[in-house]
């Protein structure tokens, strides 16, 4: 359980199984399971070579009014952005009730 005021920090592991280097975005969201309220973070820029895995790692300070619950996480790799918005999702991730917020 945590705290408004507190941090969660998500990881996030990821490998280039394509046929070359390539730079992904890595994004990741938060969502209230009840109201499914997203909390999108900050997207990170990958570059990583044939075969080769990685982490990133996204962080969120729980804002005084988040409501109270389980939040899901759900991470994505997309094969670009453009003007800050991802395109083409290659892959994703959720972790249903990650965590709960008292």
Sequence with gaps: ?????QNVNLRVNFKNTGDEWHRFIIG?????????KDYDLE???QS?????EDETSFNWVIP???PKG???????????????????RLNDDVIPNAFNVE
Excluded at 1 to 5: I, L, R
């Design 1 to 5: 359980m945590v705290k408004p005021g």
């Design 48 to 52: 990583q070579g044939v075969g080769s």
């Design 70 to 88: 389980f939040y899901s996480a759900i991470a994505a790799v997309w094969e670009g952005e453009t003007d800050g918005v991802p395109f083409n």
């Design 64 to 66: 005084a009014n988040a």
């Design 43 to 45: 997207l990170n820029n």
């Design 28 to 36: 990741a969201t938060l969502r209230h399971v009840e109201t499914n």
